[in-house]
């Protein structure tokens, strides 16, 4: 007589585990947050506000870079961890655009002039970007295009290293200062008053979260509501199918690298126009908080790239005051976010966005 045996039930303590230490982790969240607030009440109102706005500053700027990486891992699956150094190119390409601006004493002629270097600047950072971006496609990732996910990855970081040692070996060690007209100006602007205290409201501020935004926006209708767009979305869903349809995957490829490097390239002149120093290693650390922003948003996903940006410049902004760290400690904020998104919600908070294939 044949024994019927049913299978074991297996625990599954993961299923109890990290809703334990999510749990714990938000019970001292609140407990720092109440302790800092009402208790120990280090900071005042004028504070929080200048924290809140020096995040949502560089919020936008890593929304800008995070972009770069959504749209190149929407197409080719893949992470370009030499973005952030495509980005530090772009800077570069914007300082000496000012440089030469400021050597012809054309820096500062009046309104008009200024505003005209400030968009010179950044359409060259922006070109100077793109045509890196194009050339590390070229070079760099179509020969690997069928190849393992894991080698292209390498292949970027090898590129990643490559950029900042050519920009060490060209623009040297030292660090270079930014030039700004007067109309944008660091560390000048407006004035608001909280809790009887001024707060600066920055003109380098405000132009850097402008262009942010406009640059959000005009990216997500570029890719819903243009031709462009709807050739890239299909490529992104299938390859195969695209080409069939008579799609030039190559070109659309391409086009998406050439869109990230302009973004690279505009965060990059934010980036120096609104911070003031760069650097051969400048790109580095922004590239992989945009990458932890991408991530947080929903890798993929274009509106959760710009979600994804503003949360985490916040989050780092407030988040060494909340926890009682010294602000050096930012990056230690930054990247557990990272963390602790991977471990509770690995698709971020909007969602990836994957065909189903890649699923």
């Known amino acids: 007589m044949n024994r019927v045996v049913h299978p074991q039930r297996s625990f599954n303590t ?3 585990v990290r809703p334990a230490i999510g749990l714990c982790v938000a019970a001292f969240l609140a407990w720092r947050l109440w302790a800092i607030l009402f208790v120990e009440q280090v900071y005042g109102g004028d504070t929080w506000v200048r924290f809140a706005i020096s995040g949502i500053i560089l919020g936008g700027v890593y929304a ?37 601006f400021t050597g012809a004493g054309l820096l500062d002629k009046g309104v008009l002039w200024s505003v005209i270097v400030v968009l010179v600047a950044f359409a060259v950072g922006m070109l ?44 040297g060690t030292a660090r270079h ?46 890719v819903q509501r243009t031709k462009m767009g709807k050739a890239m979305r299909a490529v992104a869903e299938d390859k195969d199918i695209a080409a069939l349809m ?27 126009l609104h911070m003031g120093l760069i650097y051969h ?8 908080k945009a990458f932890t922003a991408a991530v947080l948003g929903g890798i993929g996903n274009i509106p959760g790239a710009m ?18 760290m010294p602000y050096q400690l930012k990056d230690v904020v930054a990247f557990s976010i990272l963390v602790l998104v991977l471990i509770f919600r690995p698709t971020g908070l909007l969602g990836e966005v994957l065909s189903e294939k890649k699923m």
């Open 64 to 100: 800008v870079i995070a972009l770069g990486y959504t749209l190149i891992y929407g197409i080719l699956f893949m992470i370009n961890f030499a973005h952030g150094d495509v980005m530090m190119v772009g800077a570069f390409a914007g300082y000496f655009t000012l440089e030469a």
């Open 14 to 16: 993961g299923r109890f």
């Open 246 to 272: 008579g799609i030039d995957v190559d070109r659309v490829i391409v086009n998406t690298f050439a869109i990230s490097g302009l973004l690279a390239g505009a965060a990059g002149v934010m980036w120096g």
């Open 307 to 324: 979600l994804g940006g503003l949360t985490l410049g916040i989050l780092e902004a407030i988040g060494p005051a909340l926890l009682g």
């Open 281 to 288: 290693y400048v790109g580095f650390i922004p590239g992989l």
């Open 128 to 171: 100077v970007a793109m045509v890196v971006a194009v050339v590390l496609e070229r070079v760099a990732y179509r020969p690997l295009r069928k190849a393992p996910r894991l080698v292209p990855l390498i292949s970027a970081i090898g590129a990643s290293i490559f950029l900042e040692n050519a920009a060490q070996l060209m623009f």
């Open 177 to 222: 200062d930014y030039s700004n007209p007067q109309i944008v100006a660091r560390n000048i602007g407006w004035n608001i008053m909280v809790s009887g205290k001024p707060v600066l409201i920055t003109y380098t501020g405000v132009l850097t979260f402008v262009l942010s935004i406009l640059l959000m926006v005009g990216l997500f209708v570029l």
